[in-house]
């Protein structure tokens, strides 16, 4: 069964407090994405991970580190959340090349108070 | 600047008619788009995708026209149901190169009554 899956789907924390998003995938891609997404400003790519500790930025990095120790998980880190990551946050998972299908995960809703 | 832009962010049909959604592009380098339809509260999938070397890519109700001189496309959905009512996001990337990373436009939201 081919499938993303994201831990918690629903966060609150407060600023300035830590956050972990968790993310699995079960199809052994080599790819993995985190992306934010906000009303009017579609999919932002944070970081986009090749292979096990092969990480890159994406377009907003900025706030965000990953983690990625084994293929099948890759972890999003906000050290000392602030308001405005208020976002919902998706992990997607695809095979190393252009063209390949982008699965995505149903999203981990953050609220940062 | 976006290098991916859809046109609408909203767009309302009644259900029979065809919908018709707008994205244009900058990059003459982008040779693959797909589209992703996206329900609330789930992420996006994969609806139907289409590679520069073609004009035309049909799926059942859905279709996209490309045209490549213009850097523009369109997904037309045929006989548009209340089913469809979703997101739905252009995009585009560099088929068959390494790496996989997409350009995504803005989403437009699909509403169609009944």
């Known amino acids: 069964d081919m499938k993303v899956t994201q831990m918690p789907r629903y966060l609150i924390k407060r600023m300035g407090e830590n956050v972990l998003l968790e993310c699995g995938q079960d199809?052994?891609?080599?790819?993995m994405y985190w992306y934010r997404q906000d009303p009017g400003l579609g999919l932002q790519l944070i970081y986009i991970?090749?292979?096990?500790?092969?990480?890159s930025e994406g377009d907003i990095p900025k706030g965000y580190r990953v983690s990625r120790k084994k293929r099948e998980h890759f972890s999003l880190i906000l050290d000392s959340a602030k308001t405005n990551q208020t976002s919902v946050y998706f992990c997607a998972s695809s095979r190393d090349w252009g063209g390949a299908e982008q699965f995505f995960g149903p999203g981990t809703r953050l609220t940062v108070l | 600047q976006q290098q991916v832009r859809q046109s609408s962010q909203s767009l309302t049909v009644w259900e029979g008619e065809t919908a018709i959604l707008n994205c244009s592009y900058e990059?003459?380098?982008?040779?693959?788009f797909p589209w992703y339809q996206q329900f609330p509260g789930e992420g996006p999938a994969l609806l139907i995708a289409?590679?520069?070397?073609?004009d035309k890519k049909e799926d059942g109700r859905f279709t996209i026209f490309f045209n490549k001189r213009e850097k523009n496309l369109s997904l037309h959905i045929k006989d548009s149901q209340p089913g469809d009512s979703a997101t739905y996001f252009c995009?585009?990337?560099?088929?068959?190169?390494?790496?996989?990373?997409?350009?995504f436009g803005i989403g437009t939201l699909l509403s169609v009554k009944p």
């Open positions: 199809m052994s891609h080599e790819t």
């Open positions: 995009a585009a990337s560099l088929y068959g190169s390494s790496g996989n990373k997409l350009i």
């Open positions: 991970s090749y292979d096990v500790d092969s990480n």
């Open positions: 990059n003459s380098a982008f040779d693959y």
């Open positions: 289409i590679r520069s070397v073609s």
